[in-house]
């Protein structure tokens, strides 16, 4: 008879795993909670320390950790000395070890859990008796997900030692990640000497960037309700990994403003069009209008929910995704109209919704820094020209800034209060971007008394002199650099406002 280890935290599916393993000739040894679950059903178990000889102690912190589990895990079935070493101290092979860890990453999610409640959580006996499985795989069956439990039960009838080694895998990657969750917990340094972060697959996309790219989408366990991670959807085709990027940074931008109905439209990682209204569809028509062009085949994110006028607006265009709190069952309907609109519900995101920390990969390694979650407001501006910000001007120019954050350097953004008109990003050289900026901005009825605002300082005076000459009547940007008072200088020969704040937004 073989026998098995039986000792979870998650009950799931435990008592059908269990008569399993015995309709296929199993022997089952169990520990405290896991034996009461399998008796209160009827299941028959040996207890572990009948085994062992040993009670558990230590409010169960001691359970399996003993030479008579661990020799029986642990003992090569191919060399005849450790079949001999097992049977000269009367014990026998342990064939199947099921076992799912304490739940510390859900403990740590729970409000105002305590340290010391966090770390009665971490296990030992668990992921010490399931790396002896796996590194013994070759014959051990190592099981700690609930999932796997009805292949592991067709794969054992079948003897299939291809999955008993992809068993074996999943171990060491559920046990890294375990630790690595402890370690991110337990670390007092954001930036320690070891960066462990750990994330699951959530789903594999069809490719990545491009087609010939293979690409997966992955979660993080503390991945917050506001995040893409969790958002539902309603319909449409799966999201792509551009999808998935796009979408992540229309969230972000959204989460500037949780007080005004405000409409998000994103092209490429970049705003197209920005509005806001005393209504979601008001919203709507001011992102439509700041870039009708651009906004096509978009992702637009809403702070509020969508009524039956907003779908329909929407619905005349080429959109990939509409993101939004919720839908009036009118408005669902009307956009369930295009088979390929990816429709998503999710929670309105944070004002913080951006993570603490942002990794981007680099070759032979990778660059951790914190979000840039900063934005400031009205006491962070130093007025350096002789013409002041009107009220009105001061108002757009801090939404501006709100905006420009969110652009690709270099980055400029033309804009009303409340409504982007022009947004120039991801030009070499910062002129590039006021030209750019300007010549869509003009277009627009609404330009007149716009403002303008940089994402970092003027390297000399020809951006502040084409914005002048173009109608811009304030200016908003960081300063420092060497040459600032020139720049200063050309906004008082056109009598136009500037201010600056001594914070850089660049965004590459």
Request: net charge negative; with cysteine.
């Amino acid at each position: 008879m073989r026998r098995a280890l039986l000792s979870v935290s998650d009950k799931t599916g435990l008592v059908e795993f269990a008569q399993g393993l015995i309709a296929q000739n199993f022997e089952l040894l169990t520990t405290g909670g896991t034996r009461a679950a399998l008796t209160a059903a009827n299941v028959p178990s040996t207890e572990v320390s009948d085994i062992t000889g040993f009670p558990e102690m230590l409010d169960g912190r001691v359970k399996t950790l003993h030479p008579a589990i661990h020799a029986g895990i642990l003992a090569r079935r191919d060399l005849p000395a450790h079949m001999a070493a097992l049977a000269d101290q009367g014990l026998a092979p342990i064939d199947l070890v099921c076992i799912n860890l304490y739940p510390f990453a859900a403990t740590i999610k729970k409000p105002g859990v305590t340290r010391a409640e966090a770390i009665e959580q971490i296990d030992i006996g668990g992921p010490t008796a399931l790396r002896a499985a796996a590194k013994n795989g070759a014959s051990v069956w190592a099981v700690a997900d609930p999932a796997d439990y009805p292949a592991v039960l067709t794969a054992l009838a079948a003897d299939n030692a291809d999955f008993r080694q992809q068993l074996a895998m999943k171990v060491f990657q559920i046990t890294a990640a375990y630790d690595a969750q402890i370690a991110a917990y337990l670390a007092d340094d954001p930036f320690p000497d070891r960066f462990t972060p750990t994330y699951t697959k959530q789903q594999s996309l069809r490719y990545g960037e491009n087609s010939h790219q293979h690409a997966a989408f992955y979660a993080a366990p503390d991945a917050p309700a506001d995040s893409l991670v969790n958002a539902a959807q309603l319909h449409g085709k799966k999201l792509s990994y551009n999808n998935i990027k796009d979408a992540d940074a229309a969230l972000r931008m959204l989460a500037e403003y949780p007080d005004r109905p405000t409409v998000v439209a994103v092209k490429h990682m970049n705003p197209c069009g920005i509005g806001q209204g005393a209504t979601i569809e008001a919203a709507w028509d001011k992102a439509y209008a700041a870039d009708p062009m651009s906004i096509f085949g978009g992702i637009i994110a809403l702070n509020r929910p969508v009524d039956a006028a907003t779908a329909e607006k929407m619905h005349k265009l080429f959109l990939e995704i509409i993101m939004a709190p919720a839908y009036d069952a009118d408005a669902l309907k009307i956009l369930e109209k295009k088979k390929n609109l990816r429709v998503l519900t999710i929670a309105l995101p944070a004002k913080d919704a951006a993570p603490r920390y942002e990794t981007v990969s680099v070759t032979g390694g990778l660059l951790v820094q914190e979000s840039d979650t900063r934005l400031e407001g009205p006491d962070d501006l130093t007025v350096v020209t002789t013409t002041e910000p009107t009220d009105d001007q001061i108002a757009a120019l801090l939404f501006a800034q709100s905006v420009v954050k969110h652009v690709k350097s270099n980055a400029i953004v033309v804009a009303k209060a409340g409504q982007t008109l022009g947004i120039g990003a991801g030009q070499m050289n910062r002129i590039g971007s006021v030209e750019i900026a300007l010549k869509e901005a003009q277009q627009n009825p609404n330009f007149a008394g716009a403002v303008l605002a940089s994402d970092a300082f003027f390297p000399m005076n020809d951006c502040v002199d084409y914005a002048a000459k173009h109608g811009i009547r304030a200016i908003i940007q960081p300063g420092g650099s060497i040459r600032d008072q020139e720049s200063v200088d050309k906004a008082n020969e056109y009598g136009i406002a500037m201010v600056t704040t001594g914070v850089r937004h660049f965004r590459h």
